[in-house]
């Protein structure tokens, strides 16, 4: 989740007997917030950014990609910009 929203914090947020996981991006303001009540999760999101489609979207390429280990992971930051995978 950091690499596809590398702004955002996470905070949990507990009330009434549920919790809630909550990502914020701190430059953007956009949010997504996550709740399970024992069945499937909801996910609710708002702001410039969809984060939560950002992190759907990384998981898959991580998959894609066999799953690897925090050892694979690269980063190049040329004058054109950063990039990073697997």
């Known amino acids: 989740m950091q ?3 590398p702004d955002a914090q996470r905070l949990t947020l507990a009330r009434d007997g549920w919790q809630e996981d909550v990502l914020l ?3 953007s303001g956009s ?4 709740r399970r009540d024992g069945g499937p999760w ?3 999101q708002g702001g410039p950014r969809a984060l939560w489609d950002a992190a759907e979207e990384q998981l898959s390429r ?3 990609a066999g799953a690897p280990g925090p ?3 690269t980063c190049h930051i040329t004058p054109q910009g950063l ?3 697997w």
């Open 3 to 5: 690499a596809a929203a």
């Open 62 to 64: 991580w998959h894609a």
């Open 42 to 44: 909801t996910v609710r």
């Open 83 to 85: 990039t990073w995978g």
């Open 71 to 73: 050892e694979r992971f």
């Open 25 to 27: 991006d701190v430059v």
């Open 31 to 34: 949010w997504a917030a996550l």
